[in-house]
């Protein structure tokens, strides 16, 4: 299997007492999709907001285990590095409603205080929003806020907004959940583009959105994780019962 | 809105006579004497509502943004409830808590003194408007922040209070326009100048108590100067009402 770039080890999440995440141990391999596939409520959010530490910022959160970046314990580094690095898309687009489409994309420069020059700024804003297949659509409205735009260009802007700080990983939480069909497709075939460039997480309750993106999947319930492996293989012959139950419609 | 617009009416119909250009530029002239203005008092008043303001809108706000931030802490659950009682709180008081505590040690009346009671009458609705207003912007535009990797005091500054940013201006706005009409706690406390001052140290006039003061006078001349007076300041709390008005509107944020 590819190298591992992100490493979960017996990693468990707390809300005060509450155990949601239990013992994952998970390695995302780098450049491909790994989707976090499992009925809602399963603690698949709640696993990825562990990957870039947004899960402490609940008061009465707690984690046990690692996660390694690389080979680095993220859990022994500065979390505003760590973020940096590990970006992450909402389930609802939430571009900041204050700041034009320009500011919203090199808004993680803007908002940490560094300063760029002209003819950075406009290489990033355009370099994030081709990636983010959203250049075209906004190109003569940079200035505009980025509230004007439809749910689906909103959603592209905010990954245009995560993949201008250049991070490694690129979390998704369930980002089609809040759009039609349509910008759904969209965004899926962008996922399918962003590989080259960075490894994806993508956190969905539906299955037929993990079978046309993702390269691995897990498949997690209750807080474990019962398999994990490649895409063709979980699909058509899971080892687990429960997964097949799952695939299968039995719940979920 | 028939009240208002009796009180509006009648203030006006009754002020707009002795208001000139003079009116605005002049201080007062001893009884008898033609002529002579509000100047002293509205530069008073103007000293008055920026020494409230100084300590009291970046307090406020910086209150208001912990109150929705730590909701559910004992700090602001104590926070809270002290802020709604110094609302309630009569100006009167304030004053006489102002003349206690300011005026006695520092050995006489002052703008000062007058200008933090005021503050302290301001603190309450400042805090309130923006914790309001701050429980209304979204916690996903924070999350947005913090995964980008901005630190949590520059998702405050930054983000979050730039969202909040007409509402909060509404409750620093409609503070002032309270304070600027607020009689009782000066009396005490700036007490009243007739003549022009811009030391802070020393007492001024302002608009409220010399409307106060001409207005319990026997000389009819002095009452004209308070149907003046009374128009000037009525003029500028709508002024500032409209501004908010307008402030809303245009700097409204979409979620």
């Given amino acids: ?252 | 809105m028939i009240p208002l617009l009796l009180i509006v009416f009648y203030i006006i119909t009754n002020g707009i006579s002795s208001l000139s250009w003079t009116f605005l530029t002049e201080i007062p002239t001893p009884v008898g004497e033609k002529g002579g203005g509000i100047a002293n008092a509205m530069v008073g008043s103007f000293l008055l509502v920026i020494i409230a303001g100084i300590p009291s809108i970046p307090l406020g706000i910086a209150a208001g943004v912990y109150l929705s931030e730590h909701k559910k802490s004992k700090l602001a659950y104590w926070g809270r409830l002290a802020t709604e009682v110094l609302q309630g709180t009569p100006s009167i008081v304030i004053g006489i808590m102002a003349y206690l505590w300011l005026v006695v040690p520092m050995g006489g009346f002052s703008a000062l003194s007058g200008g933090i009671a005021l503050g302290i009458m301001m603190l309450p609705m400042i805090i309130r408007t923006t914790e309001e207003t701050l429980n209304l912007v979204p916690d996903s535009l924070k999350e947005a922040s913090l995964a980008l990797g901005v630190p949590y005091y520059r998702t405050i500054l930054r983000v979050i209070l730039p969202a909040g940013l007409s509402g909060i201006m509404t409750g620093v706005l409609i503070s002032v326009a309270r304070i600027a009409g607020e009689t009782a706690p000066l009396l005490f406390t700036a007490l009243g100048n007739a003549f022009m001052n811009w030391n802070i140290m020393k007492p001024v006039n302002s608009l409220p108590v010399l409307i106060y003061n001409y207005a319990t006078s026997p000389y009819p001349e002095w009452h004209r100067v308070a149907w003046g007076a009374s128009c000037v300041l009525v003029v500028f709390v709508l002024t500032l009402n409209l501004v908010v008005r307008i402030i809303t509107r245009r700097w409204k944020v979409q979620f």
């Fill in chain 1, 1 to 252: 299997m590819e190298s591992a770039v992100l490493k979960a080890v017996d990693l468990s999440a707390y809300y005060g007492d509450n155990l949601v995440v239990k013992r994952v141990n998970l390695s995302v391999p780098e450049g491909k999709i790994t989707a976090i596939m499992g009925p809602s409520g399963c603690g698949k959010s709640t696993l990825i907001r562990c990957f870039n530490r947004m899960h402490e910022l609940t008061p009465v959160a707690k984690i046990d285990g690692k996660v390694f970046l690389r080979d680095e314990d993220i859990y022994q580094m500065n979390p505003i590095t760590v973020r940096t690095r590990i970006g992450m898309v909402f389930q609802r687009p939430n571009p900041f409603p204050m700041m034009t489409i320009w500011d919203n994309v090199i808004a993680g420069y803007k908002l940490n205080g560094v300063k760029l020059s002209r003819s950075e700024s406009s290489e990033i804003v355009e370099a994030s929003l081709q990636k983010a297949a959203l250049w075209d659509e906004v190109k003569d409205h940079l200035r505009r806020r980025g509230t004007f735009l439809s749910g689906g260009q909103q959603q592209r802007l905010c990954i245009a907004r995560a993949l201008a700080v250049k991070p490694d990983i690129l979390l998704f939480d369930e980002p089609t959940s809040a759009l039609d069909p349509k910008a759904t497709a969209h965004i899926e075939e962008l996922m399918t583009q962003l590989k080259k460039a960075v490894t994806l997480v993508l956190v969905t309750h539906n299955i037929a959105q993990a079978g046309r993106v993702s390269d691995f999947i897990a498949f997690l319930y209750v807080g474990e994780l019962i398999e994990f492996g490649p895409k063709g293989q979980l699909l058509t012959t899971p080892k687990d019962k429960k997964t097949e139950e799952f695939l299968a419609g039995k719940f979920g």
